[in-house]
């Protein structure tokens, strides 16, 4: 059973720097991919990053490459988001989640496990 916990979410202003982290408390043996996904107020969910859970392979939206870093710990059972030069806009509610088998990297549908969110707030 897959159970994601996120941390790390907060108050920063523009420019500044914030690290998320997920973990699956599940011991998840099989985890293909775990993702991060974005919700701002009036807004759908959005793609930020995903990565491979064997490889390491990433993918980025467009709106965060070259800003946010993703990177998992394999040991802690953790992903990571590192999000550098941040942007009032990239202010939302951010998800963890997580699959077990291969699919499209992008499409929330395809990611059957998610924790509960945790706000980041960019001030201008």
């Known amino acids: 059973q897959v159970r994601l916990v996120e941390f790390g979410g907060g108050l920063v202003q523009a420019g500044g720097s914030l690290r998320l982290s997920c973990v699956d408390s599940?011991?998840?043996?099989?985890?293909?991919?775990m993702g991060w996904f974005r919700q701002a107020p009036g807004k759908e969910r959005e793609f930020v990053a995903a990565?491979?859970?064997?490889?390491?392979?990433?993918a980025y939206a467009d709106s965060v490459k070259g800003r946010f870093t993703i990177s998992r710990d394999n040991a802690k059972n953790t992903v990571y988001l590192q999000m550098d030069s941040l942007k009032p806009e990239d202010t939302a509610v951010y998800y963890c989640?997580?699959?077990?088998?291969?699919?499209?990297?992008?499409?929330?549908?395809?990611?059957?496990?998610w924790g509960q969110g945790t706000q980041v707030t960019v001030s201008s």
């Open positions: 989640a997580a699959r077990l088998s291969a699919s499209t990297w992008a499409n929330s549908k395809d990611y059957p496990y």
């Open positions: 599940g011991r998840t043996f099989s985890r293909n991919a």
């Open positions: 990565i491979s859970w064997s490889r390491g392979f990433t």
